[in-house]
């Protein structure tokens, strides 16, 4: 039988989600995935904001040792909620043989649609970095060579920045914000219904323009204007 680590984490030592609820979410997933948990790892009144505790720093030594063939958690805001330090797990994670397993199945590196969203990505990831530079400088290109910029009115769609040109108005690519709309159309290519991108995006704690909680509506609209 492979072998995990179950890792827990509360916000507060009042605990938001128990231990002993993320404990029993962790135990059905591990009886589901035919998986021995070894030990618990955890971090109680913990932000999740970096990944500076201890305990986080532990499962990431195990990850890198490839100690157990995965790790366990109840939600993915147990791991983190910053979308930078997900990355970086997910850049761990394709280097080792151990997997990372959420309970409410928004991250599963050992089934094929979660490998397969991996893999997007690090293609997304490898793609943003080339042309980060070409992207910004064709943007702002295009908005000089307009004749007569539109004014804009209202509030700025999410990917975008609004810039003065001239006096005018208009917007430039927001590299973070693009980088999250690729990142829907491909969770949205590999069958992740909108309602899915929308609870993985309020889990990380993406803001929206108006910082509101992420729809299935608003990620419907972002994924066909950006299709």
């Known amino acids: 039988m492979k072998t995990a680590i179950e890792y827990q984490r509360t916000s507060t030592l009042k605990q938001d989600i128990s231990p002993d609820v993320q404990q029993k979410k962790n135990e059905a997933m591990a009886v589901l995935k035919d998986?021995?948990?070894?030990?618990?790892?955890?971090?109680l009144g913990c932000s999740a904001k970096d990944l500076e505790r201890p305990g986080i720093q532990r499962v990431i030594g195990?990850?890198?040792?490839?100690?157990?063939?995965?790790?366990?958690?109840?939600?993915?805001?147990?791991?983190?909620?910053?979308?930078?330090?997900l990355y970086y797990l997910m850049d761990l994670v394709k280097e080792s043989k151990t997997d990372l397993i959420s309970?409410?199945?928004?991250?599963?590196?050992?089934?094929?649609?979660?490998?397969?969203?991996?893999?997007?990505?690090?293609?997304?990831?490898?793609?943003?970095?080339?042309?980060?530079?070409?992207?910004?400088?064709?943007?702002?290109?295009?908005?000089?060579?307009?004749?007569?910029?539109?004014k804009l009115g209202g509030r700025r769609p999410f990917g975008?920045?609004?810039?003065?040109?001239?006096?005018?108005?208009?917007?430039?690519?927001?590299?973070?914000?693009?980088r999250m709309i690729d990142e829907m159309c491909a969770l949205r290519a590999v069958?992740?219904?909108?309602?899915?991108?929308?609870?993985?995006?309020?889990?990380?704690q993406v803001a929206t323009v108006t910082g509101a909680d992420w729809t299935s509506s608003t990620i419907s609209a972002i994924i066909k204007r950006n299709s």
């Open 160 to 178: 975008y920045d609004v810039i003065e040109i001239g006096g005018v108005k208009t917007l430039n690519g927001n590299h973070f914000e693009q």
């Open 191 to 204: 069958g992740n219904s909108y309602t899915d991108i929308a609870k993985m995006m309020n889990d990380l």
């Open 35 to 43: 998986l021995e948990i070894v030990d618990v790892i955890q971090d």
């Open 103 to 150: 309970a409410d199945g928004t991250l599963d590196t050992s089934s094929a649609m979660g490998r397969a969203i991996l893999g997007f990505r690090g293609v997304i990831s490898q793609w943003e970095r080339e042309t980060i530079g070409e992207r910004t400088r064709e943007a702002l290109q295009v908005k000089l060579n307009k004749p007569q910029p539109e």
């Open 62 to 85: 195990i990850i890198q040792n490839s100690e157990v063939d995965a790790i366990l958690v109840a939600k993915l805001d147990r791991l983190t909620r910053n979308v930078r330090d």
